[in-house]
Structures are given as C-alpha cells and as structure tokens.
C-alpha cells in the first residue's frame, strides 16, 4: 500500500495528491501503521539486548535472586510497572488510531450504492459543517475552560472532585459536559466561599446553556439543512459521485491491488520499454547534432542531407513517443473541465433559484 500511495504521488504530483481528502486518509493510516511498526521494532530491539546481556552474564536461572541493571530489570517488569512512553505502550495506541482510520476507508466505495451513496455524500457534507462549527466552538469552549481553571486553581485539594483544579482536568470536565457526563459538584468546595462558589455556578450553568442549549442545536440545523439540500436532488448527487468513482479506477495508474502491485506487470515492462528507447532516441540526436557541426565545419559535406533526414525522422519518432505520454494527461484534463463544468452550472441554477426565490417574495410583500 505505501508502494502505491509512492506511485501515486510521482504519476499525479504532490499539489494534485493532497486535493483529494481520501489521499490524505490514506498517508495519515499508513504513517501511523508505520510509526506503530517502526515502536514496536524499537521495544523489540531493546528487549533483545536484555536477553543477551542475561543470556551473557547471568547464570541462575531465577532473576529474582539476581541483580540486574536498571535498564535489563525494566523488562522483567509487569504491564503495571512500565513508563507512559514505553515503546509497546506508544505502538498499541497508534495501532488503534490506525485500525480506526483503516476501516473508515470503507467509506470510499459507498457511492457504488443507490442506498448508501446519498448518505455518504450528507456525511461529508456533515463533516464540512463541523469544521465550520468548530470555530465558535472552540472559541467558546477555551473561554470557559481557562476561565475555570483561573477560579478554581487555588483551590487543589479543596473541592469534592479535581474538577477545574488543573488545566487538564477543566477541558476533561467541559468536554464530558456536552453529553451530560459531569455532576454538579464539580463546581461546590469544601470552605466556606460562597462567592467563588456562586461564580462558578453561574459560569458553569452559562456554558451548559450555550454549548448544549444554542451551539449543539445550530449544528443539528445546519446537518439537517445539508441534508435536505442532497435530499432534493438525491438522484443526481449519486450519480455524480458515483460517475467520479468510476473515474478514479479509469485513471492511468496501479493495475494490480496490493500485494500484488509489487510484482511488475506487462504495462510496466512497456514502460520501461518506452523510456529506454526515448534515452536512446536522445541519445542518437545528440550524435546527430554532433554531426551537424561537423557538416558546419566542412568536415562531412558529403554526408549532409543523409544526418539531416536522420535528425528529422528522430524529432518525428521522439514527438510520437511523447505523445503517447501525454494521452493520459490530456484525458484528466479533459475530465476535469467537464467536472468543473458541471459544478459551475449547478451553483449558478441554485444562485438564479434563489435570487428569483427573492423576487417573487418582494412583489407578494409588494402587492
């Protein structure tokens, strides 16, 4: 899968390759697989050298009766006893970051479907709107997380809970807020401070009031409006998403699926075929306009017409050459001109829609 992505990025070029958001999914999932990989290599490396050194140095066969360097008595350890940035314990997260995203790749094919190709469609559409969304969230969310943890930092070890007494355990307590999961007595001390009690009752129940209240129902809107807006025109959306799956496996490209990309297949034989020759037709017409300031020179007059014929005949071959290099890329052109065209002509029926929408609303009122 990395050979292919690799390919990938050399037949398309880097600009290209990161237009496309499955193409980014696809490096992130395989970075991450990597980095999981290259971890657990690293622990594994480690653990060998500890053997060794016991297998070296020790001769009972119990190591508790033994003492062994730090570094060599870190292995001997439970799971309970390892460092947070253990590299078994680094891999195993990335592993399940990874298995996450690689299933999410499912995604990809789902156009395919009469059924599940709309909905695919909303999806993204519904990931766009939490991208907008998430501007106010995060604004908001960040002014009442710092401004609890200003209230509450002096008090560690004077509350009912560790609620807003760090800057971790304030974004862990507003973030589980959302969905119900925190208690109102994260906000109550043990003293007496009335004050500062009511203070962060107050705050507390402001940003229940604006997350949950105002902020999760306008992206519940705004999800059912681009809902609806793929609702009216279903067919269409489908059928378009499902014409530009098509199209990504009509590309010039991989042939075979991994693992079996990494045998080398007839096309690439052809390829390379193509390639050698090209060298070779340089090659020659290098030689040619060697022979050409020969002629110049007066050195090879005889042979003038015959060098010339050859050096046109060349030009002809290696223009043929890379033409047939260029099929593909004047295809994809081609492709997405029609592409663009179609989405130019659908936003201004929508814009003449809505601006006739308009009108007709001003002459009701009007009248």
């Known amino acids: 899968m990395i ?37 657990r290599f690293m622990a594994f490396l480690k653990a060998t050298e500890a053997q060794q050194y016991v297998d070296q140095y020790v001769q009972d066969d119990d190591l508790n009766n033994v003492t062994l360097p730090p570094e060599v008595a870190y292995f001997t350890y439970a799971r309970n006893k390892w460092l947070p940035s253990d590299p078994q314990i680094i891999s195993e ?38 991208f907008k969304f998430m501007v106010i969230f995060i604004m908001v969310f960040l002014a009442f997380m710092i401004g609890m943890f200003n209230l509450y930092s002096y008090y560690l070890g004077a ?4 609620a807003f007494t760090t800057v971790e355990e304030s974004f862990k307590t507003l973030f589980w807020s959302i969905f119900g999961l925190s208690e109102v007595i994260s906000v109550v001390l043990k003293y007496d401070h009335k004050f500062i009690e009511n203070i962060g009752y107050v705050l507390y129940g402001v940003y229940n009031v604006t ?10 809107a705004m999800i059912n409006n681009s809902y609806q807006e793929i609702e ?12 530009k799956l098509w199209l990504s496996y009509f590309d010039e490209g991989r042939t075979l699926p991994a693992p079996f ?17 090209m060298c070779l037709i340089k090659l020659c017409k290098s030689k040619a306009k060697n022979c050409e300031n020969d002629l110049e020179m007066g050195m090879l007059n005889s042979k003038q017409r015959k060098v010339r014929f050859q050096s046109s005949s060349l030009h002809t071959e290696n223009f043929s050459v890379k033409n047939a290099y260029n099929k593909p890329t ?32 001003f002459i009701i009122a009007a009248n």
């Open 3 to 39: 050979w292919s992505e690799c390919k990938e990025i050399w037949e398309e070029g880097p600009r290209e390759y990161v237009v496309h958001l499955w193409n980014l999914l696809d490096f992130g999932m395989l970075s991450i697989f990597v980095a999981s990989f290259t971890a």
């Open 93 to 130: 997260g990335l592993y399940a970051i990874a298995v996450v995203l690689s299933f999410s790749r499912i995604a990809y094919i789902l156009p395919a479907n009469e059924s599940f190709g709309p909905l695919q469609i909303s999806l993204g559409r519904t990931v766009k709107d939490i």
């Open 159 to 162: 509350k009912y809970n560790p």
């Open 211 to 220: 997350m949950v209240v105002v902020l999760l129902n306008m992206l519940i």
């Open 232 to 243: 009216e025109d279903a067919d269409v959306e489908w059928k378009f998403a499902r014409a």
């Open 261 to 277: 990309n990494l045998v080398p297949s007839p096309k690439s034989f052809y390829y390379l075929i193509l390639r050698i020759k």
């Open 330 to 361: 004047r295809y994809q052109k081609i492709m997405k001109r029609l592409i663009k065209r179609y989405v130019l002509k659908a936003q201004v029926d929508r814009e003449n829609d809505e601006v006739n929408e308009g009108k007709w609303i």
